[in-house]
């Protein structure tokens, strides 16, 4: 229920969003139109790229997917091989592949029988994306006014506590931290679900944990682009105009001090996807992170190939958005 | 008429790593409505100080102190600096030295000036909008209703500084405080915004506290000054005096640098020395070590600005 939601609101609001910065950025005299063309057509040659390379390195590795430790006779074994295609050419094997790509029907997994690539990652995607926007929410939430009362309080005592957390905060591991939390939140009190994802309530706790050491990078960056912001001879001309502290440091010194996580964006969000394979094995939680290692663990080769392929279009759109946002929020940006 | 500015007495002094450096000590400054006064020195005079202070636009690291602070017959030295805060672009304005750094590079030229009309009007939505561009025509932008629109890194120097000049006005300022707009442009712009000045003055009745450090633009849009040196004002006059009855030494030296007529000279005169070191000023006049016209007292004791210039031998040197 909950992630159809989810899923409902990104196919909406992804769009609405890149409309209204394609419409900013526009009018500032960006072209975005060529941008996006552009950008698609890097995305179909990364995406070849990576393809062939994952291709041909599940294959070259040693074993396959029926060595499982049982004894399979051959004939068993040549059946199998033939009914996923394995005993074709190589050449052969990879265009079948290659014709899956553009709607990832990369036929059945090979490991988990009667499930297709599109179903498992069908069934685990949702998950996933829910766990890691609500991560993506956590760390812009502790990141930005951690930052930005650090800066205004520079110097202060609470600037040097802040700024100590946020270092600390960066230096611990996501899965140290769900086991330093889940004592007092789960286990001591009982207040949180230990696992799975039943409910928002379950989702708190594997959120944050995913989160919070990117929120500490973003308060670093809040707090250092903040200080230069507020330095700058235009935050006087805001206050000679009679704006309240607050008002300048709102409407004129975050917008220019949240530039530097704009650009941080893209390396965040590939880091929470990839965390989240570790936070998902953690609680429990049935998303696609699981599959990544498994499939390439069991040598399932249309799953691990499905799997490689989600993430290499996640993270490359993911990036053309911050990009997209980067030239809205600042007009001198070009884009590229 | 009583005074639109009156300063009595500022003192500010910023904390600095060796000691307090006192970069304002006792400056008296009087603007009475629709008169231009012109604030002269070198950098560091401490004059782009006493205007930053009278808006309360320094960093709160500064100590400033005054006997009166006052603008009409509010009194800006009460309630904390809220009163101050809710004056700065309303009744006074403030327009800064580098257009090409104080306009925010985020925000469109339009949006910021409509900020200041919001605040400072009752207008709202589209008659707000229309005041904006009603205030860049005024100031000389071509094409206002599209320059609104550009962003700031699509203006020239100029053309911002117009907008910075259109933003002060918003709030139909009776003072309007310039600390140097004309330095950071090409020449042939800067007389065309020294004419703006003049001409928005003369048009609206603003008076205008004109920090320079050119006495050509002085001779040209002040009917008062006061030259300012080492944190004191040293003399104070109309502008045809200062330039037919200089007193102070170090306003003769100044007008004696300024190119000219110079005929075959193919060096220009300068003050000899540098200004002092603000944290060790020496003993008596500040001015004494570059002074040609030094007596005994000088070095004793620190003339006082009674009458028109802070000098010991003003009325025999001249």
């Known amino acids: ?149 650090a800066a205004l309080k520079r110097g202060h005592p609470l600037d040097s506590m802040l700024s100590a957390g946020a270092s600390l905060g960066m230096a611990i591991p996501n899965f140290v931290l769900a086991g330093a939390l889940m004592w007092p939140l789960v286990i001591a009190t009982g207040w949180l679900p230990a696992a799975g994802l039943d409910g928002p309530r379950a989702l708190l706790l594997p959120s944050f944990c995913l989160g919070a050491p990117f929120g500490a990078q973003v308060a670093r960056l809040v707090r250092t682009g903040m200080l230069e912001v507020l330095g700058q001879d235009w935050i006087r001309t805001a206050r000679a105009k009679g704006l309240s502290e607050t008002r300048v440091v709102t409407q004129h010194a975050l917008r220019g001090a949240l530039l530097p996580v704009v650009t941080f964006l893209g390396p965040a969000l590939a880091g929470i996807l990839t965390g989240s394979l570790v936070i998902e094995q953690v609680f429990a939680i049935p998303g696609v992170g699981t599959h990544f290692v498994q499939s390439a663990i069991n040598r399932d080769y249309t799953l691990a190939l499905g799997m490689v392929m989600l993430y290499t279009v996640m993270v490359y759109v993911l990036n053309a958005v911050a990009d997209l946002l980067l030239a809205a929020l600042d007009p001198r940006v070009e884009l590229t | 008429m009583t005074a639109l500015l ?205 920090i320079t450090h050119d006495l050509g633009v002085v001779a040209a849009a002040a009917h008062h000054v006061a030259v300012m040196y080492a944190g004191r004002v040293v003399e104070r006059a109309g502008v045809s005096e200062l330039f037919s009855d200089t007193r102070h030494p170090y306003t003769r030296g100044l007008l004696a640098s300024i190119p000219g007529d110079l005929g075959s000279r193919d060096r220009l005169p300068q003050i000899a020395g540098a200004p002092p070191d603000p944290l060790d000023l020496p003993s008596g006049c500040p001015f004494r070590p570059r002074c040609p016209e030094e007596v005994d007292r000088c070095a004793e004791e620190e003339p006082p600005l009674d009458g028109p210039a802070a000098c010991w031998v003003k009325g025999e040197a001249s």
């Open chain 1, 1 to 149: 229920m909950i992630e159809g939601v989810v899923v409902l609101s990104i196919l909406v609001g992804a769009p609405i969003a890149m409309l209204f910065f394609a419409r900013r950025v526009a009018r500032g005299g960006g072209r975005v139109a060529p941008f996006l063309l552009r950008r698609t057509g890097w995305l179909m040659v990364t995406a070849l790229v990576v393809f062939t390379v994952s291709f041909l390195l599940m294959r070259a590795v040693p074993g396959g997917p029926f060595d499982d430790g049982r004894k399979l006779l051959p004939q068993v074994r040549h059946n199998l091989e033939a009914r996923f295609g394995l005993d074709r050419p190589m050449f052969e094997q990879w265009l079948v592949a290659l014709r899956g790509l553009p709607t990832f029907d990369f036929g059945p997994s090979m490991t988990l029988r009667d499930f297709t690539v599109q179903e498992v990652i069908g069934q685990g995607l949702p998950a996933s994306v829910l766990l890691g926007l609500t991560a993506f929410a956590w760390m812009l939430l502790i990141g930005v006014p951690i930052g930005v009362v």
């Open chain 2, 6 to 210: 009156t300063i009595e007495d500022l003192h500010v002094r910023f904390a600095a790593p060796d000691g307090a450096v006192h970069a304002v000590r006792g400056v008296d400054l009087e603007v009475r409505p629709s008169e231009t006064v012109a604030l002269v020195g070198e950098s560091g005079s401490g004059k782009s100080a006493t205007a930053l202070a009278f808006m309360g636009l320094l960093p709160r690291s500064a100590e400033v102190t005054a006997n009166a602070l006052r603008l009409g017959d509010e009194d800006l030295l009460r309630d904390g600096g809220r009163r101050t805060r809710r004056l700065r672009g309303g009744r006074m304005a403030m327009v800064f030295q580098d257009p090409l750094t104080s306009l925010n590079p985020h925000l469109t030229v339009g949006d910021q000036i409509l900020e200041a009309v919001k605040l400072h009007t009752d207008l709202s939505g589209g008659a707000a909008r229309a005041r904006v561009v009603a205030l860049l025509d005024e100031v000389g932008v071509p094409q206002p209703a599209r320059r609104a629109l550009a962003w700031p890194h699509q203006l020239s120097g100029g053309l911002r500084q117009r907008a910075l000049i259109a933003m002060a006005l918003a709030g139909d300022p009776a003072l309007l405080i310039a600390d140097e707009p004309t330095t950071a442009l090409d020449v042939t712009v800067q007389a065309q915004i020294l004419d703006l000045f003049q001409r928005l003055c003369a048009d609206r009745g603003t008076a205008l506290l004109l």
